[in-house]
């Protein structure tokens, strides 16, 4: 096994597109750590816990409230879709590789318009970016 990572729902297409942004200096070193595993060597091989509470992720967040965070409302919207477009339920466990096949098989080219509606790091285009560039390599 190589590792287990606690992911939110909405976490699996956030660590896709990650490319170094994050909320804090803290923040991003921590989700750095965790997509280098999910990028390295057999990374594909790591498991991903689903959870609806705060996750490995979201553990240096400034924006964290214990388990919960202070935008809830609008991450628990953001959860309902990405768990209903990737079929994750709380505690399923997936390997980082089986996301990547469920994101190709149910997560069109454009639909992060809908899935992220209401989150700030769209604009940048980094995770739309990557959802052509997974869809590229099949
Ligand atoms: S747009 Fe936001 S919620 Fe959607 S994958 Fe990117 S960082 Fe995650």
Redesign the pocket.
């Known amino acids: 096994m190589n590792g287990l990572f606690h992911f939110r729902p909405?976490?699996f297409?956030?660590a896709?597109?990650f490319q170094g942004k994050g909320y804090s200096d803290d923040f991003t070193a921590n989700m750095a750590q965790i997509v280098a595993v999910l990028r390295g060597p057999d990374g594909g091989n790591t498991l991903l816990e689903v959870t609806h509470q705060a996750d490995h992720i979201c553990a240096p967040c400034p924006h964290r409230r214990g388990v919960s965070c202070d935008k809830a409302t609008r991450i628990a919207g953001?959860d309902q879709r990405?768990a209903a477009a990737l079929r994750l339920k709380d505690g399923d466990r997936i390997s980082w590789a089986e996301a990547q096949r469920r994101i190709r098989a149910h997560v069109p080219r454009g639909a992060?318009a809908q899935?992220?509606k209401g989150?700030?790091?769209?604009d940048l285009g980094?995770?739309d970016a990557a959802l052509n560039k997974l869809h590229e390599s099949t």
């Open positions: 909405h976490h297409l956030c896709l597109g953001l990405h992060l899935l992220c989150c700030q790091w769209r980094l995770c």
